[in-house]
C-alpha cells in the first residue's frame, strides 16, 4: 500500500468490519437476554448475531443497490474478508482445541464409547450426504441449470459447519463452475443451526411433557464461580510473566497454523491442479501441526528443558470458542442471497431433509448404544451434527448442565476416530462433481461398512446366538 494516509478505507476497513461482527455478537447476546422467547430458542448469539448481519445486509441492498460489506466504510471488498475470515476461523479453532492438554486413560469401557461416537458422527456424514447428493442429482434432471453434486454440501453445513461448507463451496465454484457455491454451502450451514435450535427445542418441550426435568434457560442463573484449578494447573507459567500467558497461546496456535501453510504450500507445488482442494484441509493441516507443536511441548518438558506449562487449557477453549464464534457470525453474515435465486427450493428440501434424517438416525444409536445416558448423549450429538460442538455443548446443558454424564467427553475425543474415518468423504467430495453417481454409489457402500462397524457388537452377538 503505497502513499496511503490513515484515514483512507483501506486502513480502517478490516478493522470496522471485525468490530461490526463483535457488535453483532454483543446485540445478540442482549437480545437474547430481554427477549424470552429468543432464549428459549438456544439458538446461539453467533448464529442471531450473523442473522441480524444478514437481514441488515438485504434490507440495505434492496433500499441502495450496493453490498453492504463492499462499500468504501469496510474497504471495498468486505464480502471477500468474511469469507477469509471464516476459513482462517476454522482452522485456528481446530488448533487450540488440539493444543489443550489431555488428562488421564480411559477403561476400555469408555474407549468403546468414545469410538462409537467418532463412528456415528461419520455415518451420520455419510448418510447426509448419500441424502443430499441422491436429492440434486434427481433435481439437476429437472432444472438442468442445477449443480447436481450441491448435495454433497449437505454434511459440510450440516456435520462441519460454516467453515467447511465454505471451503467445498468454494471449491466447486472456482474448480466446477458452480456460481454461487459458497452462498450455497454457508446457507445449509445456517438451516443446520435454525436445525439444531429448533429442533433442539422441540425435543426438550417433549422430553419435558414426558415429566422429564432440566433447567430451562439455566444460562442465566449465575454458575459456580471458577476454581483457581480450573483457570491454572499447578505447574502452568503464571499469567503475567514476561510474556503475557494469552500471548504465548496466540503464538502456539500461530506457530502451528504457520507450520500447516508450509506443509500446504509446498504439496501445493506438487499437486498442481488439486492445490484449491488441498488448501481446503487447511484444518485438517492445521490439527496434524497442532498434535507436532504438543508433543515437542511435551518431550522438552520431559525432558526437563522447558520446566513448566505454558499452554492452558482454559485459554484454549477461551480462545477456540473466540475463534468459532467468528466463524459462525462472519460465515452467516457473508451470504450472499442475490446468487441463489433458483436454488431456494432445494436448499429448503436438503435442510428439511438433512434435520429430520439426522434426528431419527441419531435418536436410533444412542439408544441403541448409549443406554445409560442416550437423551444427554443425542442431545449433543444432534447440536454438533446439525450446527457445531458448540451447539451440542449448549443443547446438553439443558440436561445436563454439570456434566455428570460422559456426553460431553465423548464430543471432545471423538475427534480422532472421526478424522480417520471422515477423511475419504472429504476425499469423495472432490470426485463428485465428476462422476456424481459413481460417488452416491462409494458413498453409500461406505455408509454400509460404518454401520456394520457402529453396530459391530450386536451383530457378533446374534451371529453367536
Request: some cysteine; aromatic content about 12%.
Amino acid at each position: 500500500m503505497e502513499n496511503f494516509n490513515f484515514w483512507d478505507s483501506e486502513v480502517w476497513g478490516v478493522f470496522n468490519l471485525i468490530a461490526v461482527l463483535l457488535g453483532s455478537l454483543l446485540l445478540a447476546n442482549s437480545l437474547k437476554k430481554l427477549i424470552p422467547a429468543l432464549k428459549k430458542s438456544l439458538i446461539p448469539s453467533s448464529v442471531l448475531g450473523g442473522l441480524l448481519l444478514l437481514i441488515v445486509s438485504v434490507i440495505f441492498e434492496a433500499v441502495s443497490g450496493k453490498e453492504l460489506f463492499n462499500t468504501g466504510f469496510f474497504g471495498g471488498n468486505g464480502s471477500g474478508v468474511l469469507e477469509v475470515l471464516t476459513y482462517h476461523a476454522l482452522a485456528l479453532g481446530f488448533i487450540a482445541t488440539t493444543l489443550k492438554p489431555s488428562n488421564g486413560k480411559f477403561g476400555k469401557e469408555r474407549s468403546r464409547e468414545v469410538f462409537d461416537t467418532g463412528v456415528t458422527t461419520v455415518s451420520t456424514y455419510l448418510l447426509q450426504a448419500v441424502l443430499g447428493l441422491g436429492i440434486t442429482i434427481v433435481a439437476a434432471l429437472i432444472a438442468k441449470d442445477l449443480f447436481s453434486a450441491a448435495g454433497v454440501l449437505l454434511p459440510f453445513g450440516y456435520g462441519q459447519g460454516t467453515g467447511q461448507a465454505l471451503n467445498y463451496g468454494n471449491i466447486y465454484e472456482q474448480e466446477n463452475g458452480f456460481v454461487g457455491g459458497r452462498s450455497f454451502g454457508l446457507t445449509i450451514a445456517a438451516f443446520g443451526f435454525l436445525s439444531a435450535s429448533i429442533g433442539g427445542v422441540i425435543h426438550l418441550n417433549i422430553l419435558r411433557e414426558r415429566g422429564k426435568k432440566y433447567d430451562w434457560g439455566h444460562e442465566d442463573i449465575e454458575g459456580e464461580a471458577l476454581r483457581l484449578a480450573d483457570i491454572q494447573a499447578p505447574n502452568e507459567s503464571p499469567m503475567n510473566g514476561s510474556i503475557d500467558k494469552l500471548t504465548m497461546q496466540l503464538v502456539l496456535i500461530a506457530l502451528a497454523y504457520l507450520i500447516a501453510y508450509g506443509v500446504m504450500a509446498l504439496l501445493g507445488n506438487l499437486v498442481g491442479a488439486l492445490k484449491s482442494i488441498l488448501f481446503g484441509f487447511n484444518f485438517l493441516l492445521g490439527v496434524l501441526a497442532a498434535v507436532l507443536v504438543k508433543a515437542v511441548n511435551n518431550f522438552l518438558m520431559k525432558k526437563g528443558i522447558v520446566r513448566r506449562q505454558h499452554i492452558s487449557a482454559f485459554l484454549m477453549t477461551r480462545l477456540s470458542g473466540f475463534f468459532f464464534d467468528m466463524m459462525i457470525v462472519a460465515g452467516i453474515a457473508a451470504i450472499r442471497i442475490n446468487v441463489l435465486k433458483g436454488c431456494w427450493a432445494v436448499i429448503l428440501i436438503l435442510g428439511l431433509v438433512g434435520a429430520f434424517a439426522t434426528y431419527f438416525f441419531v435418536r436410533f444409536v444412542t439408544k441403541k448404544l448409549f443406554p445409560d445416558y442416550a437423551e444427554e448423549q443425542f442431545m449433543v450429538m444432534y447440536g454438533m451434527l446439525t450446527g457445531t460442538a458448540s451447539t451440542g455443548i449448549i443443547l446438553l446443558r439443558e440436561l445436563d448442565p454439570d456434566f455428570k454424564t460422559p456426553a460431553a467427553e465423548n464430543l471432545v475425543y471423538q475427534n480422532f476416530p472421526a478424522m480417520i474415518f471422515g477423511f475419504p468423504l472429504m476425499l469423495l467430495a472432490a470426485i463428485a462433481p465428476e462422476q456424481p453417481l459413481l460417488t452416491l454409489g462409494i458413498l453409500a457402500a461406505f455408509f454400509v461398512v460404518m454401520l456394520l462397524i457402529l453396530f459391530r457388537n450386536q451383530l457378533f452377538r446374534r451371529k453367536n446366538r
